[in-house]
C-alpha cells in the first residue's frame, strides 16, 4: 500500500508509524483509518516493537470534522463498525507492544487510539479530550471500554460528560497513561523505551499483552490456565534458554526474539 496520510519507517526491529495530516491536527479520515490498519499489520508481521506518534504540534484532533455537510451524512455505525473497530482491533491484537508516543493533543478517535496502545508516553503539552459529547456524540472506538478499565467508573464519567482537557501529568497520576515527560525528553525517551522493547523477549511480550487483555475478560482459573499454557510455549523459546544462561553467567541476556 501506498502511504499519504501516514509516515512509515522499520529501523532495528522499531516500527514507526507518523499520523501525517499537521493542517488537521492529524485528524483521521478514511483514508488514514485504512492506511494505519493496514501499516500496524505490516509491522505486527516484521518489527519488534510499534511506535505511533504524530507530526506536528497534535497526536491525533479524532474524526476529521472539517466538512460539515459530507460529516452530517456519515453512517457512524457503518464508519465505527467497518473503520475504527478494525483499526483499534489491529492495535489491541497486533503481536509485538505498541508504544503510543503522544506529541501533543489527543481528541475524540484520536485519545481512543492513544489509549488503546500497549504503553502510552506522553509529552508534557499533550492532553487527552473525550471531545464527543461536545459536539452531540458519545465517546466510541473502544473508549467507553478502556477508559473504566483505566482509571475507574467515576473518572471516566467525568472524562466522557465534561469532556474537559486532562494534561499528560494529571493522565500519568490518574493511571490513564504509563509516563508523561517533559518536551526536551520526549523524543529520547519514547526511542529508548522502544529500543529497550525492541531488543527484549518479544514471544514474551506477546504472551504478556495477550494474557492482560485477556484478564478483562475472564476469570481466575480462565486465566491461570491461560497463563500456564503461555509459559509453557515460552519455556520452549530459545530466548527462555538464553535468560537463564545469562543469569547463571552473570551477563546480561541476548534476546532474538523466538
Ligand atoms: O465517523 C464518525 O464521525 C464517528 C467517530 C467519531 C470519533 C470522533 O473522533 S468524534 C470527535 C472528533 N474530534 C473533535 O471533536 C475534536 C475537534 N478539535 C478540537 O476540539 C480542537 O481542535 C482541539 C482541542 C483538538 C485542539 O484545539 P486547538 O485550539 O489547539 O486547535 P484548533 O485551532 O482548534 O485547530 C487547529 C486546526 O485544526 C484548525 O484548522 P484551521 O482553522 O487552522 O484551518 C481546526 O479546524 C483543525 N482541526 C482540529 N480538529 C479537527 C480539525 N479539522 C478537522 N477535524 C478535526 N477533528
Known amino acids: 500500500m501506498n502511504y499519504e496520510r501516514i ?9 514507526v508509524i507518523t499520523l501525517n495530516r499537521p493542517d488537521v491536527l492529524n ?24 511506535v505511533i506518534t504524530g507530526v506536528g504540534r497534535a497526536f491525533c484532533a479524532g474524526q476529521d470534522l472539517g466538512d460539515a455537510g459530507r460529516v452530517a451524512d456519515l453512517n457512524l455505525e457503518r464508519v465505527l463498525r467497518d473503520e475504527y473497530m478494525p483499526l483499534i482491533s ?12 503522544v506529541n ?6 484520536g485519545a481512543s487510539i492513544a489509549l488503546i496502545c500497549d504503553v502510552v508516553i506522553a509529552a508534557e503539552n499533550a492532553r487527552f479530550i473525550q471531545a464527543f459529547a461536545q459536539i452531540g456524540l458519545m465517546p466510541d472506538a473502544g473508549a467507553t471500554w478502556v477508559l473504566p478499565r483505566l482509571v475507574g467508573q467515576a473518572r471516566a464519567m467525568g472524562a466522557a460528560l465534561f469532556g474537559e482537557p486532562v ?9 490513564m497513561i504509563w509516563q508523561a515527560t517533559s518536551e526536551a525528553e520526549f523524543d529520547a525517551t519514547w526511542r529508548a523505551r522502544a529500543a529497550h522493547l ?3 523477549p518479544t514471544q514474551a511480550y506477546s504472551k504478556i499483552k495477550s ?3 485477556a484478564s478483562a475478560q475472564q476469570g481466575l482459573e480462565a486465566q491461570m490456565l491461560q497463563e500456564a499454557a503461555h509459559q509453557g510455549a515460552l519455556s ?10 545469562a543469569f547463571n553467567d552473570k551477563r546480561k541476556p541476548t534476546f532474538e526474539g523466538r
Not at 27 to 47: H, K, P
Open 7 to 15: 509516515l512509515y519507517e522499520l529501523d532495528d526491529g522499531i516500527a
Open 27 to 50: 485528524a483521521l479520515d478514511t483514508q488514514m483509518r485504512a492506511e494505519l490498519t493496514y501499516a500496524i499489520g505490516q509491522a505486527g508481521a516484521s518489527a519488534r516493537v510499534l
Open 90 to 101: 489491529a492495535i489491541a491484537d497486533c503481536p509485538i507492544p505498541v508504544i503510543a508516543a
Open 104 to 109: 501533543g493533543v489527543a481528541a475524540g478517535a
Open 167 to 175: 494534561t499528560a501529568r494529571e493522565a500519568e497520576a490518574m493511571g
Open 198 to 200: 525492541a531488543s527484549g
Open 211 to 213: 494474557a492482560l487483555r
Open 236 to 245: 520452549r523459546t530459545r530466548d527462555f534458554k538464553e535468560g537463564v544462561l
